[in-house]
């Protein structure tokens, strides 16, 4: 076989890391962003974050290309038509300056709830109590072995036997007698209802920590203890024949048992807080919907004009590892703005074809996919489904996700189109007001529907009820 030397042209597309980085940061939520950008600013001396305003320092050649203004247009033809950008608006263009917006009074800035005690936990609050009875040292730690069970509600979900097996490697000779005479001491301690082994115990527990003139507390005991099941089935008919009591007198019992709580232990659930930075705010202004970029979620990046300095009198000696740096911090400054651009381009977007929604709410919320919205700011469907996951607008209606304003349609008697999300709201407003002696079923749901020129079959209402998280008709009866 002979060798030869042969030249070949041919085309390929190639990500640059500049072009990786921006997509990077496309798909980060506000959080995520702050959280890299701090990866940044440790590992590049000549990045820096910055609150100074931009009037501070003196402006440097632009990071970027021209963007479209801030108040996006109303049409993608008027925004090639207005070159301004984001960033004369905001200060991404100076190379010195800030890329965020102006400085505000730090005493505007101070939250003192942080400075707030932390609640108590469940488990610290019924220790709290153990620590003042007068048990005996030996029960009050059998007491809190039995605290240090419980579930985050309350429960005891541990069966005593389990419970003495695992209390003998910690205390010698622990005797069921014991757990079953620490358990009750639990029970007696606030909130009431804790200790309890099932939700029947639980509202038991409340029930008989009334006092004993409490109207109808006698029934409502019986009720929870053997006929809780039949209550859950909403069988009102059966419950005044087991309880023997008239319609009247089951309905006052029934109010009784709601005035208990199930979940003694949740008042202490601290949870995992999670807190939405919206990426942009709608606001109505000269009777136009307009997004406008939230400046308290734009980090505030500026290129370190000490370390620029030293570079630019130092560009022949060694300089060549700052160079780079300085040419990274650029690239990041300019991909921060253009994620910024970018998600207010997508998000005017979005608000003018769903001004409806705005007006009128979630009835009026029209069908939109990520293809229309790609065609009118001229992205890539990939690229606007990254723009709208975990970035959200606050709104005079509240804070939403963009991707809320994207949804499937079901065609009407006319010929038109209606959003599952109308269809949602409509579902909730015909359960809201539906008369709760004779809930409405997904059948008749559906009919009301057709009645208005929406044709939805009986399972998609039930699909839209069961992601409303409202119960079936025969679990919303009511007396």
């Known amino acids: 076989m002979k060798h030869s030397l042969q030249l070949k042209l041919s085309q390929h597309l190639t990500l640059t890391p500049q072009l990786q980085q921006s997509i990077r940061l496309l798909q980060l939520s506000t959080v995520e962003l702050n959280q890299e950008l701090e990866r940044y600013l440790a590992e590049n001396p000549l ?12 402006p440097a050649a632009p990071a970027t290309d021209a963007e479209p203004r801030a108040e996006a247009p109303a049409s993608s033809e008027e925004a090639r038509e207005e ?14 300056a800030p890329t965020g917006g102006s400085r505000r009074d730090d005493d505007e800035r101070d939250d003192f709830t942080q400075f707030a005690a932390a609640e108590p936990t469940l488990h610290e609050h019924l220790l709290q109590q153990i620590l003042l009875t007068g048990l005996t040292p030996r029960d009050k730690r059998i007491a809190e072995f039995v605290v240090g069970h419980l579930d985050e509600d309350g429960y005891l979900k541990s069966d005593l036997e389990e419970l003495r097996e695992s209390a003998i490697a910690a205390m010698s000779d622990v005797e069921i007698e014991e757990l079953q005479i620490a358990l009750r001491h639990v029970q007696n301690l606030e909130p009431t209802g804790v200790g309890a082994r099932d939700a029947a115990e639980c509202l038991e527990l409340q029930l008989r920590a009334m006092p004993e003139d409490t109207p109808h507390r006698a029934a409502a005991i019986e009720l929870v203890t053997r006929h809780l099941d039949v209550l859950a089935a909403r069988d009102f008919t059966r419950l005044k024949r087991l309880l023997g009591v008239s319609e009247d007198e089951l309905r006052e019992v029934h109010a009784l048992v709601l005035t208990l709580d199930p979940k003694p232990g949740r008042a202490f659930d601290q949870g995992d807080v999670r807190y939405i930075v919206p990426d942009v705010v709608v606001r109505k202004l000269s009777g ?16 370190n004009k000490m370390y620029a300095d030293i570079l630019q009198a130092s560009r022949e000696n060694g300089g060549k590892h700052l160079s780079g740096q300085l040419q990274e911090a650029r690239w990041l400054i300019k991909n921060v703005q253009q994620r910024f651009d970018t998600i207010l381009r997508v998000t005017q977007a979005i608000v003018e074809r769903q001004k409806n929604f705005f007006e009128h709410g979630e009835v009026a919320m029209r069908p939109l996919v990520l293809r229309e919205i790609a065609d009118a700011v001229g992205l890539h469907e990939s690229t606007i489904s990254r723009v709208t996951t975990q970035k959200y607008m606050l709104t005079p209606r509240g804070i939403f996700e963009l991707k809320y304003f994207f949804g499937s349609h079901v065609s009407t008697d006319t010929g038109g189109a209606c959003s599952a999300t109308a269809i949602r709201a409509l579902i909730k407003q015909l359960v809201a007001a539906e008369d709760g002696r004779k809930p409405l079923s997904d059948h008749r749901i559906s009919d009301i ?14 699909k839209y009820r069961e992601a409303l998280h409202i119960q079936p008709a025969n679990l919303r009866k009511s007396m």
């Open 288 to 303: 136009r919907w307009t997004a406008a970029p939230n400046r308290d979620a734009m980090p505030r990046l500026r290129i």
């Open 83 to 96: 070159p301004a950008s984001l960033a004369e608006d905001h200060g991404f263009g100076d190379e010195h």
């Open 47 to 58: 990045l820096e974050r910055s609150d100074i305003a931009s009037g501070d320092e003196s």
């Open 449 to 462: 529907l057709a009645q208005q020129g929406i044709q939805v079959a009986r399972r998609t209402v039930a």
